[in-house]
């Protein structure tokens, strides 16, 4: 995309994973996270998505000193879906940031099995003989097959273009239980890694499921938010400290973000590989009919990370991007280049805005603001 606010055009090499969804994008460049950079990976979080600088506690840890942005939307939808919110982690050993209160992290999921127990009510066997058990009884009793009756009446009930939907969405549903089942089933899937705890090799933690977990866990967020589950999710990919070892790079995540030399070639095909991911979470949200658009179209997804640079842990021109227009209150398809190292703040409170809160302002000190990003806003 061109340097400066504009239409949308071929997105930078580290972006390149996610070209078929540009238009359904805006990225945001040049917004600094207001707030001082007391210790490394946590302040640009905290900023950006609490708009409070961290607080120090008793302990003499730092810690976030209010509700994340999630955590406010979710509040505000108490009781409107089954779930306020739902947190994942692809990182088997991470626990992300979603913080209730100050202080109040909740800890993310990273088990597809688990989140679909959650989902579904359906208790799934456990422990050391239980792939096998475990893959026969997602095939044999499909939460498809337990509501079955229900379905067919309904669709008795509703026009044409819902039966489609109602369809898709079943057939959404079988598809992902089948693949729980076949990845729970090693003598069935044998070239599949079930989702045990990471290997480890001196510092670095090797984990050759992530693609897998990561699909997984965004296709039972994906049927969670077209069946109207959830209207609030945080998909961490990774802990800021994960020293997990990618494909083709020499060394864990953490430590190539400091050690390799030059323009660090290996941590940007780090960076594609995890926008590859993202991209194909897209494809899930743009598959999944709703309205008259598509459940990406109904949502706005703030994606980001914990710093601006690695090696610095710099929070300066903070990688910022949104996805998905928020039922048409966000605008996609284009990058601003703010000026002056705008508060990055400020697209926090323009998403939140676009979500329904009345607010006149938002976050405390430095990091505070009372207007959004007017090129944000549809």
Request: with cysteine; charged share 20%; glycine share 10%.
């Amino acid at each position: 995309m061109p340097e400066a606010t504009g239409p949308a055009a071929a997105l930078s090499p580290q972006l390149a994973p996610l070209e078929r969804h540009k238009n359904r994008l805006a990225v945001l460049s040049n917004f600094r996270v207001a707030v001082p950079n007391v210790t490394t990976h946590l302040p640009g979080p905290a900023g950006l998505l609490t708009g409070r600088p961290l607080r120090e506690n008793s302990g003499g840890d730092w810690q976030f000193d209010g509700p994340t942005a999630d955590q406010l939307v979710a509040a505000a939808n108490t009781g409107r879906t089954p779930f306020a919110s739902l947190e994942v982690s692809v990182d088997p050993n991470g626990s992300g940031l979603s913080h209730r209160v100050a202080g109040d992290r909740i800890i993310a999921e990273p088990s597809p099995f688990a989140l679909y127990e959650r989902l579904t009510g359906q208790a799934l066997p456990a422990g050391p003989d239980a792939a096998l058990e475990r893959s026969k009884l997602l095939l044999r009793r499909s939460v498809i097959d337990l509501v079955g009756d229900d379905l067919t009446r309904l669709r008795q009930r509703v026009g044409t273009a819902d039966r489609i939907r109602l369809d898709q969405h079943e057939a959404s549903v079988r598809a992902l239980e089948l693949r729980l089942a076949a990845l729970g089933d090693e003598s069935a899937a044998p070239a599949c890694v079930p989702f045990d705890a990471p290997t480890v090799t001196g510092d670095e933690r090797v984990h050759p499921a992530m693609r897998e977990r990561c699909g997984l866990l965004g296709d039972l967020l994906a049927v969670a938010l077209a069946c109207d589950l959830t209207r609030v999710i945080s998909v961490w990919y990774s802990d800021p400290l994960s020293n997990l070892l990618y494909d083709g790079v020499t060394m864990g995540h953490h430590q190539l973000t400091h050690e390799e030399a030059g323009d660090q070639p290996m941590v940007d095909g780090v960076v594609q590989t995890i926008m590859g991911d993202l991209a194909l979470f897209l494809d899930k949200l743009v598959a999944l009919p709703e309205g008259d658009g598509t459940v990406l179209d109904s949502l706005g997804l703030l994606c980001t990370s914990d710093c601006a640079r690695g090696r610095t842990h710099s929070i300066d021109d903070y990688p910022i991007l949104v996805a998905g227009s928020m039922g048409g209150r966000l605008r996609t398809g284009f990058h601003h280049r703010a000026a002056g190292g705008a508060n990055a703040a400020e697209v926090t409170l323009t998403m939140l805005r676009a979500a329904g809160l009345e607010l006149p302002t938002w976050g405390e000190g430095t990091a505070a603001v009372s207007r959004g990003v007017p090129e944000l806003e549809a």
